[in-house]
């Protein structure tokens, strides 16, 4: 709702989700990809033979998004966009035939029920007259004048007919200047309230578990006794934010919107204990905070984040965020140079800290997290490039990881699988160098991302060298309105000792098997797809994988677990709107 001065605005987003996972626990022997030669048998993808079977992870979730906002303003006059000018203008010669004809219609009913004939030709046609006819005369006597009585004139003189249509054309021009102004609300000030909660439940249930796959076990009690497993955890959070903003560009002179805000966060966990039951922990934290941002205009614009935790379990935390961009005009178009960076010290997340499950079970004292970085980007529309560079130092970085005894050195059985929550003792330093360029040439297009990345420590951050992505494709018209892309894709990164899965957690690992780790990539993927649009329907053929089976076949982005071979795919997408 408005009003002259006021307004509010609000919106409520609800959403839920359930998710159930069949876990595997990747392949036994990962040469039934590489080396299928090796086998008397040959094993259709289907068959290979997996770790785990009977083991699912099943994900519940419930989402609630809630923001008031109440506007203090004022309204003032804005000349309109060409765009409601051409559309007001429409409107009225709109209305103006439409009132036409229903007088000529009403005129015909009329000529009917007079018993006269109705002139098409003649009705609307009206003489035309231009002041006093040559020869009219007055009548009677010219008053004389009295100038002992004679009271002065409130008319203005018009001399001639230029300064006449000079006048009319000056009081046509005001009031077509009027016709095209709008209202528009001004907020100024706003007070506003956020409130977002969220509920987790994730459960690992196995009913087959390998002899002697886990290394420890914790407690047996529960829903499922003998090997089976039921990991149950539960989480909520409750966080609210109250926020008193001062908006940009509502004067001349407000030239950045100003923030300062306050949040309650509530946080509650639930985790199985040795016994059957279920251990609760509670978490609250208070932080306060403030934003100076200026985002309109063309040639600066910047954006600063600042919030500190002041009470709770997040009491000390701080985060300053911040982005800055000049816009250049060069060569006949926009250079964008773009400065962002950010400094967060954090407190690791729950589950970093406390995790209790069947085989896995942690309670750490972690150091908070201190996460830099800077990050610079150049991007140039008229040649459809954009590079990015970007620096990172974590100190005290938390992360799981992943161990276990390989029997062969074909990974054809797995024993003793262990997870724990880390926190590396030296920081981290990542660099990142991204190219983004696509080419246009008639119908021939071309997309391409090349990535470079160091990272200083591996072993708690591992990274491929080089990543690249390449889309080449035609894109054409048929007829007006239906257009054809026909192309392939190229995906393809260096190999490197990549994350490891861990089915019972759900969550990707560091693999922590020293000089048996597995190192997967250096291996291309090709697909080749069409696609044609039809108005707002979309028609789409792919084949995903195209060269499968070729090179080394080393066709894994996680050890153990291969990419499906080739799949032919297709569908169809539609907007429902006109």
């Known amino acids: 709702w408005s009003s002259d001065v006021c307004s509010s605005d609000l919106h409520l987003l609800f959403s839920t989700l359930h998710q159930k996972a069949t876990e595997n626990g990747g392949i036994t022997n990962d040469d039934y990809i590489k080396h299928p030669e090796l086998f008397e048998d040959t094993y259709a993808e289907n068959e290979i033979p997996t770790v785990l079977q009977q083991n699912w992870n099943r994900n519940n979730s419930v989402h609630v998004f809630f923001n008031h906002r ?72 010219e008053p004389a004048a009295d100038k002992k009585d004679a009271k002065p004139t409130e008319r203005i003189a018009v001399n001639g007919k230029s300064a006449a249509d000079s006048i009319m054309a000056q009081e046509k021009k005001a009031a077509q200047d009027t016709a095209w102004m709008k209202n528009e609300y001004v907020p100024v ?71 300062a805000f306050v949040s309650y966060d509530l946080r509650h ?38 919030e500190i935790g002041v009470a709770g379990e997040d009491a000390g935390t701080l985060a300053v965020d911040g982005d800055v961009d000049v816009n250049i005009p060069f060569l006949g178009d926009t250079l964008s140079v773009i ?19 069947r085989h896995f079970w942690w309670e750490n004292d972690l150091d908070k997290i201190i996460h830099t970085r800077i990050m610079g980007t150049l991007k140039f529309a008229k040649t459809k490039t954009m590079l990015r560079v970007a620096v990172d130092e974590i100190k005290n970085y938390a992360y799981l990881s992943q161990s276990y005894n390989v029997t062969d050195n074909n990974q054809a059985a797995r024993t003793g699988v262990m997870v724990q929550a880390k926190q590396s003792g030296s920081p981290v330093n990542l660099l990142t160098a ?26 708690v951050i591992p990274v491929p060298a080089l990543n690249v992505y390449s889309n080449l494709y035609l894109k054409f018209p048929v007829v007006k309105v239906l257009n054809i892309d026909l192309g392939a894709d190229v ?6 000792e990549a994350p490891d899965y861990s089915p019972a957690l759900s969550q990707y690992t560091v693999q922590d098997n020293g000089d048996k780790n597995v190192k997967v990539g250096n291996y291309p993927i090709v697909n080749v797809y069409a696609n044609v649009h039809i108005k707002h329907t979309r028609f789409f053929v792919m084949m995903t994988h195209v060269n499968k089976g070729s090179g080394d076949k080393n066709y894994f982005f996680v050890p153990h677990y291969p990419l499906n071979g080739s799949v032919f795919r297709f569908g169809v997408s539609w907007n429902f709107f006109n």
């Open 70 to 141: 109440y506007n203090v303003g004022f309204n003032r006059k804005v000349r309109m966009t060409d765009e409601e000018i051409k559309a007001k203008k429409f409107a009225m010669a709109s209305k103006k035939e439409n009132a036409a004809e229903d007088a000529k219609e009403e005129a015909r009913k009329k000529a009917r029920q007079e018993g006269k004939k109705f002139d098409e030709n003649a009705f609307g046609k009206t003489p035309k007259f231009a002041g006093r006819p040559d020869d009219a005369k007055i009548a009677g006597d």
């Open 269 to 306: 966990f639930e985790l199985p204990d040795t016994e059957g039951g279920v251990m609760k922990y509670n978490e609250h934290s208070v932080s306060v905070g403030g934003q100076l941002s200026k985002r309109q205009g063309k040639l600066l614009h910047y954006n600063a984040v600042a």
């Open 491 to 496: 995906r393809y990164f260096t190999s490197y």
């Open 189 to 259: 000030t706003s007070f506003i309230h956020t409130l977002k909660f969220d509920n987790y439940s994730r459960t690992y249930i196995a009913y087959q578990t390998p002899a002697d796959y886990y290394l420890n076990e914790y407690y047996t009690a529960g829903k499922y006794e003998g090997d089976s497993i039921y990991d149950n955890t539960k989480h909520w959070e409750m966080k609210n934010t109250l926020t008193l903003a001062t908006l940009e560009g509502f004067s001349k002179w407000a030239k950045a919107g100003l923030k």
């Open 339 to 357: 400065g962002s960076g950010f400094f967060h010290r954090i407190t690791p997340s729950f589950y970093f800290r406390n995790y209790h499950g």
């Open 434 to 459: 991204q190219l983004f360029q696509d080419v246009r040439w008639g119908i021939l297009n071309w997309e391409n991302v090349i990535t470079y990345q160091h990272s200083s420590k591996t072993d």
